[in-house]
Structures are given as structure tokens and as C-alpha cells.
């Protein structure tokens, strides 16, 4: 119910409040934060005080607050992604012995890549990727091989929402439709480059049983890795495997 002058309800506030923490900042002032959730002051620092009561934001000595740990318990109770994780930690711990330099596991949210595992090894490459961040998904391996095995009605809406990805003069997105069915069709995406320079990304899906991804396995390997060839068979078995323990294996 609404209960603002500008008919926002507290609960849009709330997570207006908590969507402001959005990994670029792990922590803010009581201002800030008011200023990213487009909430009056007066409110925030009420909003603020509730749920530091209640545990789900933490506020340390200087007065920024954090999410809090209750916060982070009650999301890793019981949720999809949990579920996806647990999966898929041991065939993720199956590539990671082969590449030992980046394997990581993401879901298509928002029109963007959204990382629910990392594994990483002492010495590896550098990677963008964060456990809970979020990526663009036409310069990423991980959201192209996520776009390319959804269905068309998905594909066609992302494309008309974005414009700016078909009409990019870099040479992944040129023919966009294209560069997608290719993708399909050799079953995993290797990009050389996109994100940093020294480094290459490669996905393939984890597939459900309708064909469509239900969630992406990706490495990211320092640029010419000699052990490239043997990257995407391994990639594939263990998304093979993924799929089955989730019961989504497709016929």
C-alpha cells in the first residue's frame, strides 16, 4: 500500500535501499544511500535505523552502513541460485583442476549476467567478475552463450531494449542475430579480449530440458592458453553433468 507523497510504498523504499548497494560500493553514509534510492533523508535514516534493528543492514563506527548478515543468511537459505550453486561446486572444482585460473557460474537476470560462483586459483589472470556482480551480456562470453541458447521471443526483446548492442561498431556485436546462432551452433562462446585485453572467455550452457540455458559455465584463461583445446570439452561435460543433478538434463 502506499504511503509516501509520491505513492511509493515502504516496501518499494526497502529495496530501493538495498538495491543501492549495487558492488560498486560496499559500503555508504546514510546520505548516499538516501540519494541512490531516491528517498528523502528524514526517510532513509528511519528506514535505516529499522533494518539495522532487524539485521539487514549493519552500520560500523564512522555511520556507513553495509548490508547485514541476517541479510545474507535469509538469502542463502532457500533460492534458485542456491540450489544452481550447490550443483554445480563439483564439476565447477572438476575444471577449475584443469584450467586452475578462473571458473565461474552465472544466470541471465535484468538483461544482464548476473555471477553466482567464482573459483580462482593464487596467480591467475585478472577477472571482473564478482560472486553477486553483474555483467553486460553482449561483451561477455558468459551472456553471450546465455542470449544464444534462450529462446527467440527472449533474444528478439533484449535486442529491441538494446539497441545500442546490434549497432556497436565492435566486431562481437556486428550482425548480432548471427554471431548468436553461430554461438548455437558450436555450442559455447570464446571471446579473446572483451573485457581485458589478456584474457579470454569461454561459456557454454548448462542446458534444461527444453534446450534453453538455464544458467552459464564459464573460464576465464590468460590469452592463448596452451591448454585451450582442452578447455571446451571439459566445460561441456561438467554443464552435462550440472543439468543432470538438477534434473534438467535435456533428451
Do not use: C
Not at 571471446?191 to 550452457?205: H, L, S, Y
Not at 552459464?216 to 596452451?226: D, H
Amino acid at each position: 500500500m502506499a504511503n509516501s507523497r509520491s505513492g511509493d510504498s515502504v516496501l518499494d523504499r526497502l529495496v530501493r535501499v538495498l538495491g543501492a548497494f549495487d558492488g560498486t560500493k560496499d559500503s555508504l553514509s546514510i546520505a548516499a544511500l538516501a540519494r541512490r534510492a531516491d528517498v528523502p533523508l528524514a526517510t532513509a535514516y528511519r528506514l535505516v535505523a529499522d533494518m539495522v534493528r532487524h539485521g539487514l543492514l549493519s552500520r560500523d563506527a564512522n555511520g556507513q552502513v553495509r548490508p547485514g548478515l541476517r541479510l545474507w543468511e535469509l538469502a542463502n537459505r532457500s533460492s534458485p541460485a542456491v540450489d544452481l550453486r550447490q550443483a554445480a561446486i563439483p564439476f565447477m572444482d572438476d575444471v577449475q583442476s584443469v584450467v586452475r585460473q578462473h571458473t565461474q557460474l552465472a544466470i541471465l537476470r535484468d538483461d544482464e549476467v548476473l555471477v553466482i560462483e567464482r573459483l580462482s586459483s593464487r596467480g591467475s589472470v585478472v577477472n571482473q567478475a564478482q560472486i553477486a556482480g553483474r555483467m553486460p551480456v553482449h561483451r561477455t562470453s558468459l551472456g553471450m552463450v546465455l542470449l544464444a541458447f534462450s529462446p527467440n521471443h527472449v533474444q528478439e526483446s533484449y535486442l529491441n531494449r538494446h539497441p545500442d548492442a546490434v549497432a556497436s561498431a565492435d566486431p562481437v556485436s556486428f550482425d548480432f542475430r548471427r554471431h548468436l546462432a553461430q554461438i548455437r551452433l558450436r555450442g559455447y562462446a570464446a571471446f579473446d579480449g572483451r573485457v581485458d585485453a589478456d584474457t579470454t572467455g569461454i561459456a557454454v550452457p548448462v542446458l534444461g530440458p527444453h534446450g534453453n540455458a538455464q544458467a552459464a559455465l564459464g573460464v576465464v584463461v590468460p590469452l592463448g592458453f596452451e591448454s585451450f583445446q582442452s578447455v571446451v570439452p571439459a566445460l561441456m561435460t561438467a554443464a552435462r553433468g550440472i543439468a543432470r543433478t538438477m534434473g534438467s538434463q535435456p533428451a
